[in-house]
């Protein structure tokens, strides 16, 4: 299964929300990318902020991955399986 899919399916709502505001923090996303997510359902605000972060290419994704390693360090081992 890929990480994407990994992610979509199995990230919570609660950690999304985490990682937006890093993501927001870090410059990656701006506030109106964060205003078009935040009131998605819990899977397509998933799918949308893996979508965005990996257009934005390799240094994001690395921010987006940080982020989840260090807000659940057991979802992301997960993922890295």
Same mark, same amino acid.
């Given at each position: 299964m890929s *990480? @994407?899919? #990994? =992610? &979509?399916?199995? *990230?919570? $709502?609660?950690v999304l929300d985490q990682l937006l505001d890093r993501l927001l923090d870090k410059k990656v996303l701006n506030e109106g990318e964060i205003e078009s997510v935040k009131l998605k359902k819990r899977a $397509? #605000?998933? @799918?949308? &902020? =893996? $979508?965005?972060v990996k257009r934005k290419g390799d240094e994001a994704s690395a921010i987006l991955m940080?982020? &989840?390693?260090d807000l659940d360090s057991f979802f992301y081992k997960e993922l890295d399986n």
């Open positions: *990480v @994407r899919t #990994k =992610f &979509i399916q199995c *990230v919570s $709502d609660a $397509d #605000k998933a @799918r949308e &902020i =893996f $979508d965005m940080k982020g &989840i390693k």
